[in-house]
């Protein structure tokens, strides 16, 4: 078989394929096999009438048929292979010669994947968190902890931000109560703005005895009407905080004195904020080449990513017990506004693989054999399969492997693009690369936040309430 390419306008090319009479003549062999377990021939049992026998009944011209709708797939399959043609779509194939008789010529014309221009590849600037850990952020972590210690005490002045005020609450919409916005006796802190800024900016100054009428917006935007609220304050509460002294300090974690436990927040973010500007640093770089892509990928690509990424989005609802309706209904969306999000989303992570193969090409990252064979091993390890197994089906995969080692060439790019950005913080003040290296050693730091870092101390107390993600 022999293979040639021609470029064409539109991100297109054809291959011209052309088969030789011999090689085409295993495929009719194969069909008129096809043929003769199906035919019924009297004094033949099925699958064994000669090829003559089955050519004197039904003509030579039903098998070629079968034959070049059977091979021509794999032919083309195998041109494409032997050509390194990276198409994106199903080929519009035409027949040019061989359909009676004589060797097989097709062309096929497929769209390929396009190679993009990234200019400036080289010098990326990337803005990420400070990795460096100050004093104030070292504060803040122990006023967190500190909070958790607070005791609710009650007060005759009037509310401010950080009290705890016990409310009730009313919300009606068109003379209806509203649901969700109805409730007796309900803490509220003020200043959290964790159901409408309008009631926090009623509150502050409101007395034991107070009733609030006022209207808020209402949440869909095509209405009008506004909802309105009616609360009265009962109570007024202020946290009061323990003192920080050594005293605390071992009542709230595992060590003896406030310089101990300042130590270990400190150490533990010393590890935490490294590992956020990595990532950070990551998806900035991500960010920053993306828009060094001027060109519009092809649709064909986008739909298909489209597809993907809706598809992941159906699993996750599913797995939380959620249908699409319900996940919009929840969140305040039209189904045009998330087909809208899916798009720029899919629109971006395509410029981003193509922009990260371009990276791969123009600086000669090749992914090897071990590279292959160590991501096989990981991604068996995520399935549940034994890398021998799951080797076999990426084999049997049309592009399984080739697939693998594309995902290992952009991540190799990806890498070597964040090691030759240029990093500021949001000051815009450098920042050194052995900045984002972790300085202490913490069980599971890696995956831990700042927000969330004192929950690592081992305290004697329920811990801080989880917010939804």
Request: no cysteine; charged share 35%.
């Given at each position: 078989?022999?293979?040639?390419?021609?470029p064409?306008?539109g991100?297109?090319?054809?291959l011209?394929?052309?088969?030789?009479?011999?090689?085409f003549?295993?495929?009719?062999?194969?069909a008129?096999?096809?043929?003769?377990?199906?035919?019924?021939?009297?004094?033949?049992?099925?699958?064994?009438?000669?090829r003559?026998?089955?050519?004197?009944?039904i003509?030579?011209?039903?098998?070629?048929?079968?034959?070049?709708?059977?091979?021509?797939?794999?032919?083309?399959?195998q041109?494409?292979?032997?050509?390194?043609?990276?198409?994106?779509?199903?080929?519009?194939?035409?027949?040019t010669?061989?359909q009676?008789?004589?060797?097989?010529?097709?062309?096929?014309?497929?769209e390929?994947?396009p190679?993009?221009r990234?200019?400036g590849?080289?010098?990326?600037?990337?803005?990420?968190?400070?990795?460096?850990?100050?004093?104030?952020?070292?504060?803040?972590q122990?006023?967190?902890?500190?909070?958790q210690?607070?005791?609710?005490?009650?007060?005759?002045?009037?509310?401010?931000?950080?009290?705890?005020l016990?409310?009730?609450i009313?919300?009606?919409?068109?003379?209806e109560?509203?649901?969700?916005?109805?409730?007796?006796d309900?803490?509220?802190?003020?200043?959290?703005?964790?159901?409408?800024p309008?009631?926090?900016?009623?509150?502050?100054?409101a007395?034991?005895?107070?009733?609030?009428?006022?209207?808020?917006?209402?949440?869909?935007p095509?209405?009008?009407?506004?909802?309105r609220?009616?609360?009265?304050?009962?109570?007024?509460?202020?946290?009061?905080?323990?003192?920080?002294?050594?005293?605390?300090?071992?009542?709230?974690?595992?060590?003896?004195?406030?310089?101990?436990?300042r130590?270990h927040?400190?150490?533990?973010l010393?590890?935490?904020?490294p590992?956020?500007s990595?990532?950070a640093?990551?998806?900035?770089?991500?960010?920053?080449l993306?828009?060094?892509?001027?060109?519009?990928?092809?649709?064909?690509?986008?739909d298909a990513?489209?597809?993907?990424?809706?598809?992941?989005?159906v699993?996750?609802?599913?797995s939380?017990g959620?249908?699409?309706?319900?996940y919009?209904?929840?969140?305040?969306?039209?189904?045009d506004?998330?087909?809208?999000?899916?798009?720029?989303?899919?629109?971006?992570?395509?410029?981003?693989?193509?922009?990260l193969?371009?990276?791969?090409?123009?600086?000669?990252?090749?992914?090897?054999?071990d590279?292959?064979?160590?991501?096989i091993?990981v991604?068996?390890?995520?399935?549940?399969?034994?890398?021998?197994?799951?080797?076999?089906r990426l084999?049997?995969?049309?592009?399984?492997l080739?697939?693998?080692?594309?995902?290992?060439e952009?991540?190799?790019?990806?890498?070597?693009?964040?090691?030759?950005?240029?990093?500021?913080?949001e000051?815009?003040?450098?920042?050194?690369?052995?900045?984002?290296?972790p300085t202490?050693?913490?069980?599971n730091?890696?995956?831990?936040?700042?927000?969330?870092?004192v929950?690592s101390?081992?305290?004697?107390?329920?811990?801080?309430?989880?917010?939804?993600?």
């Open positions: 078989m022999r293979t040639s390419v021609e064409l306008e991100n297109r090319v054809k011209v394929v052309e088969v030789d009479e011999s090689e003549e295993k495929a009719v062999d194969a008129f096999r096809r043929i003769a377990r199906e035919a019924r021939i009297p004094g033949f049992r099925p699958g064994k009438a000669p003559r026998i089955l050519e004197a009944r003509g030579a011209g039903v098998a070629r048929q079968e034959a070049l709708r059977e091979s021509l797939p794999e032919y083309y399959e041109a494409v292979l032997e050509s390194a043609v990276d198409a994106i779509a199903p080929p519009e194939i035409d027949i010669s061989g009676d008789s004589g060797p097989v010529a097709f062309d096929a014309v497929v390929v994947r190679k993009v990234i200019p590849y080289e010098h990326l600037r990337v803005t990420i968190p400070d990795p460096r850990v100050s004093e104030e952020e070292v504060d803040g122990l006023e967190r902890l500190r909070a210690f607070g005791e609710l005490s009650v007060v005759s002045r009037p509310a401010r931000d950080g009290d705890h016990t409310i009730d009313a919300g009606s919409f068109g003379g109560p509203v649901e969700g916005l109805t409730a007796d309900y803490l509220y802190e003020v200043g959290s703005e964790s159901i409408v309008e009631l926090d900016r009623q509150l502050r100054g007395k034991v005895g107070d009733i609030l009428d006022f209207d808020v917006e209402h949440p869909d095509d209405e009008t009407r506004r909802i609220l009616r609360v009265l304050v009962k109570e007024v509460k202020e946290k009061v905080l323990p003192e920080v002294d050594d005293e605390w300090a071992n009542e709230a974690s595992e060590f003896d004195t406030v310089a101990e436990l130590e927040l400190r150490a533990r010393a590890d935490v904020k590992a956020q990595r990532a640093l990551e998806e900035g770089t991500l960010a920053a993306v828009e060094l892509v001027d060109e519009e990928p092809p649709a064909t690509l986008i990513e489209v597809e993907r990424q809706a598809h992941q989005l699993l996750r609802l599913r939380q959620l249908s699409v309706e319900e919009l209904e929840a969140s305040g969306r039209s189904a506004d998330l087909s809208e999000q899916l798009r720029q989303r899919a629109t971006d992570a395509v410029k981003a693989d193509l922009a193969r371009a990276v791969a090409a123009a600086e000669g990252i090749e992914a090897t054999d590279d292959v064979e160590a991501q091993h991604m068996a390890h995520q399935v549940g399969q034994e890398p021998d197994e799951l080797r076999r084999e049997g995969a049309d592009g399984g080739q697939a693998v080692r594309s995902d290992i952009r991540a190799k790019a990806l890498q070597w693009l964040s090691e030759h950005a240029e990093i500021v913080d000051q815009g003040r450098p920042v050194e690369r052995g900045d984002l290296e202490a050693r913490h069980e730091a890696e995956g831990a936040t700042a927000e969330g870092d929950e101390v081992h305290l004697q107390v329920a811990s801080a309430e989880e917010q939804p993600s």
